[in-house]
């Protein structure tokens, strides 16, 4: 499968969200002729075909049509001597006693499967969805169209999982990574206002560092890529900026292996 690497959505190859768009359009599709299905299908057992198209499109087709096939009435008739609804099967009526002449009835008549157009399309369109999810799931998985380059001077991906909590208020950046895959990259943009007299200040701590894990703070604007080791910090870190520009720079930490890694981070 090729894909349109033009950087995407920062860093995000243009494939995934256009599988997104497409696996949403179908899906859609596919609620809208199971809805139509449900519609006139209603109609021929009096049934209000209105709100059963609107639950089944609105549900999801397969858990609607679930719930149709399991609700919808049988398909019925009307008694001829006093009009109450019977079924089609019915030997007599059950309001007033009257045989039911199903050899006259035109509903009795064997019919093929009716509106064949809408389950088709609902068929084709279902999928058609589940195709783009698993193109999605499959070039996630293999890591294709994904920029997951570190120094990289734009959006950083991942593909991997990560069990954290964040906050970024007033310009300080507050991380908790309970654990995450190898080499998972956790980032926020942040901004330099004088690079000259501001530094950015760091305060973290790991609390389990098996044997060879790192965590590694990373600096990346445009061409300038800096790097610095804070594993094992014995006091709040202030690193210069003075090699930068003024503007955004990303402020990235690399987790490889650490768990319960919980830091501050901010330009000041």
Known sequence: MSFLNNGGLGGLSALYPALIVCFVFFAMCASAFCAAWVYQDCKRRGDDPVVWAFVVFAVSPFIGLLIYFLRRSEVKTVCAACGHRISVTANYCEACGTKNEREDNPMMVKQGTHHLTFILGGIVSMALMLVCLMG???????????????????????????????????????????????????????????????????????????????LILWLVQGDVVKSVDVTNLSEPLAYPLNEFENGKVYVRLQINGVEDAVSEIYIK
């Open 136 to 214: 999605f799931i499959v070039s996630a998985a293999s890591g294709n169209g994904i920029n997951t380059n570190v120094t990289s001077g734009s959006r950083v991906w991942n593909t991997g999982v990560i069990l954290d909590y964040g906050t970024y208020r007033n310009g300080v950046w507050k991380l908790h990574v309970k654990s995450a895959s190898d080499g998972f990259v956790k980032e926020k943009n942040m901004t330099v206002t004088d690079a000259d007299t501001q530094m950015l200040h760091a305060d973290i701590s790991c609390g389990t560092v098996p044997e060879g894990a790192t």
